[in-house]
C-alpha cells in the first residue's frame, strides 16, 4: 500500500509568517513530488514540483525532498490570508505518464 | 501552464440515469488522463487511468462497468456514470500530462454531480 501521509491542521500562522507544511510517503521508488493548493470546492492547483533532494525555490513558495527520509515539505514565506487553503501533497512513482498518490491535505489559516 | 478544461462543471440527474463528463487538454497532447473521485473533506481517490487509444486501467474497487472512461484522442476523455445513484455524488476531477506538458500534471476544474 502506497501511502502519503499529511497532517491534517489546521496550521494557523499570522499574515507574515512562514507556513511548514510537511509530508512522508511510503514508497521509497517515489521519484515525483508535487504540492498542490486546493480551495474549498475547488479543483487542486499546481504550486510546485521537485524530483531531486534538496530545496526548490519558487517566489514565496520553497520544496524541499529527502528521499533517504522520505520527506518532502513545503515553506511559504511571507505567508498572506489568501494563503490559506488546504495544500495537497502528491506523490508519483515515475516522471511519465503516472498517477499520483495523494495525502489528505493540510489545512492552512493564515490570520490577519 | 497547461490547461485542462472539465465540461460540465456542476451537473444533477436522476437517479438510475447516465451522465458524461467530458476533459480536454486544450494546449498540449495528453497522453495519460487520469481520473479522481474527491467525497468532502477527503482526498483526491485514483478511479482509473487512461492512455489515448487504449483501454482504461481502472483501480481495485471501481467498477468498469459504471464508470466508462474513453480517450479516444490526444485532447479528449470522457467519464460516463451509468446507473447513477446518489452514492456516485461527488467531485469529479480529471488530470492529464504529456510530454509537451513537460510531463507535469495538470487538473481540470472538477466536475461535481450530484444524483438525487
Known amino acids: 500500500q502506497k501511502e502519503v501521509e499529511q497532517n491534517s491542521g489546521p496550521l494557523s500562522v499570522p499574515e507574515g509568517a512562514i507556513a511548514s507544511l510537511n509530508c512522508t510517503y511510503s514508497?521509497?521508488?517515489?521519484?515525483?513530488f508535487f504540492w498542490y493548493r486546493q480551495y474549498s470546492g475547488k479543483s487542486p492547483e499546481l504550486i510546485m514540483f521537485?524530483?531531486?533532494?534538496g530545496d526548490k525555490e519558487d517566489g514565496r513558495f520553497t520544496a524541499q525532498l529527502n528521499k533517504a527520509s522520505q520527506y518532502v515539505s513545503l515553506l511559504i514565506r511571507d505567508s498572506q490570508p489568501s494563503d490559506s487553503a488546504t495544500y495537497l501533497c502528491?506523490?508519483?512513482?515515475?516522471?511519465?505518464?503516472?498517477?499520483?498518490?495523494f495525502g489528505k491535505g493540510t489545512s492552512l489559516l493564515v490570520t490577519p | 501552464g497547461a490547461v485542462v478544461s472539465q465540461h460540465p462543471s456542476r451537473v444533477i440527474c436522476k437517479s438510475g440515469t447516465s451522465v458524461k463528463i467530458e476533459c480536454r487538454s486544450l494546449?498540449?497532447?495528453?497522453?495519460?488522463m487520469f481520473w479522481y473521485r474527491q467525497f468532502p473533506k477527503q482526498s483526491l481517490m485514483l478511479m482509473a487511468t487512461s492512455n489515448e487509444g487504449s483501454k482504461a486501467t481502472y483501480e481495485q474497487g471501481v467498477e468498469k462497468d459504471k464508470f466508462l472512461i474513453n480517450h479516444a484522442s490526444l485532447t479528449l476523455s470522457t467519464l460516463t456514470v451509468t446507473s447513477a445513484h446518489p452514492e456516485d455524488s461527488s467531485f469529479y476531477i480529471c488530470?492529464?500530462?504529456?510530454?509537451?506538458?513537460?510531463?507535469?500534471?495538470?487538473f481540470g476544474e472538477g466536475s461535481w454531480l450530484t444524483v438525487v
Open positions: 521537485i524530483y531531486s533532494n
Open positions: 514508497d521509497q521508488g517515489s521519484q515525483s
Open positions: 494546449d498540449f497532447q495528453a497522453t495519460t
Open positions: 488530470s492529464a500530462s504529456g510530454r509537451s506538458s513537460g510531463n507535469t500534471i495538470y
Open positions: 502528491a506523490v508519483g512513482s515515475g516522471n511519465s505518464g503516472y498517477a499520483l498518490n
